[in-house]
């Protein structure tokens, strides 16, 4: 059976990222169950329409990775109940389609999850995220979604020690590689 590739997009660019951390908790926790690997997109620029031919290094670089991969993770803070401007900025470059090139996120499998140090646990972000994956006709996991409030509560000296939340993240670790799974053998 082929080995599962998923895809990490974290919707932080702060080096400390809590979104970042759980996505490193979700790798560790997959372990060499799939290929998880957490793209750095902080290269891509923002879009212009003026420079979208030919699409920057950076930007073919990530298309490449969508394209390869069978699942996408998100793992997005919220900001002012959305998701982040730069999660937008990276979605709306590999959302084009025009001369040729294909829309990358089509079909792939979707998971989301968020950590905030906040109470909303990155819900209503979420919500704007799943407008935009469908969409992009994405197949998205609405269940489970995972969200996290009171981040605080499991950050020791910035580092994210996930206690309350661990079975969570397990639980939906599960339920994507699974949810995966069934696409491709659907395929
Ligand atoms: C925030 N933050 C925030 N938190 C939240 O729960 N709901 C919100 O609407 C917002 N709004 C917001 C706007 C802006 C511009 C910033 C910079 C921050 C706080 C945010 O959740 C916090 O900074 C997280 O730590 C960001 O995630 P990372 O970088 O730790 O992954």
């Known amino acids: 059976m082929k080995k599962i590739k998923v895809l990490a997009i974290v919707g932080s660019l702060r080096e400390g990222s809590y979104n970042k951390q759980l ?13 998880f690997e957490i793209v750095d997109y902080s290269d891509v620029p923002l879009f212009n329409e003026d420079i979208e031919f030919p699409a920057p ?5 990530l298309r490449n ?15 002012n109940h959305f998701f982040p401007g730069v999660l937008k ?3 709306d470059w590999l959302s084009r389609t025009s001369k040729g090139v294909p829309q990358v996120f089509a ?14 646990g990155t819900g209503i972000a979420q919500d704007h995220l799943v407008t935009l994956l469908s969409f992009l ?6 269940f489970p979604r995972l969200t996290i409030p009171n981040a605080l509560q499991q950050v020791k000296d910035g580092k994210l020690e996930l206690t309350d939340s661990k079975p969570y993240l397990e639980k ?3 339920a994507f590689l699974k949810f995966v799974q069934k696409e491709l053998d659907c395929q």
């Open 57 to 61: 290094e950076p930007v073919q670089r």
């Open 137 to 142: 006709n994405m197949r998205i996991m609405n």
């Open 107 to 120: 079909r792939k499998c979707a998971a989301i999850s968020g950590i905030t140090p906040g109470m909303s």
């Open 89 to 91: 900025n990276l979605i």
């Open 65 to 79: 990775k969508v394209l390869e991969a069978d699942g996408i993770w998100f793992f997005t803070p919220e900001y």
């Open 23 to 35: 996505a490193l908790a979700a790798k560790e926790i997959i372990g060499d169950r799939a290929d």
């Open 172 to 174: 939906q670790v599960e």
